[in-house]
Antibody
C-alpha cells in the first residue's frame, strides 16, 4: 500500500518561499508509470493542480503558477518537493501530494493527508 | 484550459435515494479520461472512478458513471450514510493544466 506524507512549515510570511516535501512509502518513486504531483485546495474551495514530476525529472506545471513553481525529485530518499515563491495570502491552502497514474495526463490514485499552509505576517 | 462545471452545487437527499451529479466540460473530453473523487471533511480526496467507468479498489457498485463528449454523470444508485460528501470530477485528456470541477456537495436532507 503506497502512502504519501507531506512535511513543511504551516506558516510562511508573505513574499517568502514555501518549501514542502512529500515522502513516499510502500513503493518506489523510481518505478515508472507514475507522476508525482502537488495539488492544493484553497479554504472552502475546489482543487487546483500545481504540477507533477516523473522520476526521470521531467516536469509539468500549471501555467497559472509556472513562473513561481519548482518541483524536484530525490529518488535516493524516495521524496519529491515543491517550492513556491513570492507567496501572498492567496496561496493560503491545504497542499496535497499525490500519485498520478501515467494514463492520459494522469488521474490521482493515492493522496497524502494534506498540510495546511497559511501565508501571513 | 478545459473548464469543468459541476452541478448542482449542493444536492439535498435522504439515505436510500438516488443521486445524480453532473460534470460538463468546456470542450469535448474523451470519456476514458474522466475521473471522479469523493472528499469528506478534513480528509484528502479519494479516487472513486477512473477511465470513465472503472471503479477504484473498494468502491461499491452503487457508484456508476455515464456520458460522453462534454457531459458526464456520476450516479449513486442508493445513498448510504457514508456517501454524504463532496464529489469532484477531473479531466486528464488535456495538459496543461489538469483540471477539476468545482464540486457537488451531497448533503443529508
Amino acid at each position: 500500500q503506497v502512502q504519501l506524507q507531506e512535511s513543511g512549515p504551516g506558516l510562511v510570511k508573505p513574499s517568502q518561499t514555501l518549501s514542502l516535501t512529500c515522502t513516499v512509502s510502500g513503493g518506489s518513486i523510481s518505478t515508472g508509470g507514475y507522476y508525482w504531483s502537488w495539488i492544493r485546495q484553497l479554504p472552502g474551495k475546489g482543487l487546483e493542480w500545481i504540477g507533477y514530476i516523473y522520476y526521470s525529472g521531467s516536469t509539468y506545471y500549471n501555467p497559472s503558477l509556472q513562473s513561481r513553481v519548482t518541483i524536484s525529485v530525490d529518488t535516493s530518499n524516495n521524496q519529491f518537493s515543491l517550492k513556491l515563491t513570492s507567496l501572498t495570502a492567496a496561496d493560503t491552502a491545504v497542499y496535497y501530494c499525490a500519485r498520478a497514474v501515467d494514463y492520459g495526463s494522469g488521474y490521482f490514485d493515492y493522496w497524502g493527508q494534506g498540510t495546511l499552509v497559511t501565508v501571513s505576517s | 484550459e478545459i473548464v469543468l462545471t459541476q452541478s448542482p452545487g449542493t444536492l439535498s437527499l435522504s439515505p436510500g435515494e438516488r443521486a445524480t451529479l453532473s460534470c460538463r466540460a468546456s470542450q469535448s473530453v474523451s470519456s476514458s479520461y474522466i475521473a471522479w473523487y469523493q472528499q469528506k471533511p478534513g480528509q484528502a480526496p479519494r479516487l472513486l472512478i477512473y477511465d470513465a467507468s472503472s471503479r477504484a479498489t473498494g468502491v461499491p457498485d452503487r457508484f456508476s458513471v455515464s456520458g460522453s463528449g462534454t457531459d458526464f454523470t456520476l450516479t449513486i444508485s442508493r445513498l448510504e450514510p457514508e456517501d454524504f460528501a463532496v464529489y469532484y470530477c477531473q479531466q486528464y485528456n488535456y495538459l496543461p493544466p489538469l483540471t477539476f470541477g468545482g464540486g457537488t456537495k451531497v448533503e443529508i436532507k
